[in-house]
């Protein structure tokens, strides 16, 4: 008999997909050198580097728009590292295609720069590519499911189809997955560019209740609408998360922990306000509570790792629950 494991698809990594060498200009390089490196290679963006080390990336949109703030006065002292956006996220050769997907798409960006094991610039992928590659690597493991003939190598092959996906099916909102690796690529860009971030936990209330009086297709469709409303109350580069059950996870880019209490805080009351039927709830309609902590590189000298930041956000949900729920509660660390 055939070994489980062989039959089924390793993982593609980014190595094996990416496109090089990559076009990319030196830091200092002025205007002219960076707009002859686009004309000469026909390309709509390069990568700008210092010590072989992708630090920025300037498109033809940057270049007209510095082209308008500057002229009609001089253009020689225009140098990259003026133009550049920053900071920029890049992914090592050895991750998976599926980490590199979550990363553009949580990211919102369209090229990723990858680095070698020296973290030297090695190459560089595509969204465009990922969508491609994704799709053929999804293909084929839905074939291999199409012939598996064992009730067990069934079960293995839906499981590896059900990692390739990047959101939860109901809330169409990401999976854990995703989450996890969008957690860990924005604590690194957090710490190597001193920037904070934050993490809210929310959790419906007495949502057992709700599922065993109005029954699962009801608890069902409360969990969209309750997603939905997240998706209305966030910024564009907000990101949410399903944690388990009615547990979401929202992380805040670029954030301190006491402007993300404030947004908990009005998350919560928006819920409140919307008055959903709850009968079995103390509240007699649908509320929800919170849960926030920070990673704050200018309070802390030691970095916090996201796990301890979702520890410490279940600690302050547990705080919001244990003092009546419907409210939202900010991690205090000088009571732990």
């Not at 209490?261 to 919307?274: T, V």
Request: proline share 3%; aromatic share 6%; with cysteine.
């Amino acid at each position: 008999m055939q070994n489980k494991k062989s039959a089924l698809p390793r993982s593609t990594l980014v190595k094996e997909f990416m496109s090089s060498p990559v076009i990319s200009v030196d830091i200092n390089a002025d205007l002219f050198e960076i707009i002859n490196t686009l004309n000469q290679h026909t390309i709509s963006c390069v990568l700008v580097v210092e010590n072989n080390y992708p630090i920025g990336m300037i498109t033809e949109r940057s270049v007209v728009r510095c082209l308008a703030k500057h002229l009609p006065g001089s253009l020689d002292e225009i140098r990259a590292h003026t133009m550049m956006s920053a900071p920029i996220i890049s992914i090592h050769e050895n991750e998976s295609l599926f980490d590199a997907t979550i990363l553009c798409r949580s990211q919102k960006i369209r090229h990723l720069p990858v680095l070698n094991e020296h973290q030297a610039l090695a190459g560089i992928i595509t969204y465009s590519d990922l969508v491609e590659a994704n799709h053929l690597q999804f293909e084929r493991r839905a074939a291999l499911l199409g012939k598996a003939a064992e009730s067990d190598s069934t079960e293995s092959l839906n499981k590896h189809l059900l990692e390739m996906t990047l959101t939860d099916p109901l809330m169409e909102i990401g999976n854990r997955r995703a989450m996890s690796i969008d957690l860990e690529q924005t604590q690194q860009l957090a710490e190597r560019y001193k920037r904070p971030f934050s993490i809210v936990l929310i959790d419906i209330d007495f949502f057992k209740l709700f599922n065993d009086h109005y029954g699962h297709l009801a608890g069902d469709k409360c969990l969209i609408e309750f997603a939905n409303l997240l998706k209305q109350s966030i910024r564009n580069v907000d990101r949410l998360y399903r944690y388990g059950g009615e547990e979401i996870l929202l992380l805040l880019p670029e954030t301190e922990s006491a402007k993300a209490i404030h947004l908990a805080k009005r998350i919560i009351n928006s819920i409140h306000k919307k008055c959903y039927k709850h009968e079995k709830s103390n509240y007699n309609y649908l509320t929800a509570s919170a849960g926030v902590s920070g990673y704050e590189p200018k309070q802390n000298s030691d970095a916090v790792h996201w796990q301890k930041l979702i520890e410490q956000a279940d600690i302050a949900l547990y705080q919001a629950k244990d003092q009546g729920r419907n409210c939202a509660k900010l991690f205090n660390n000088q009571k732990h």
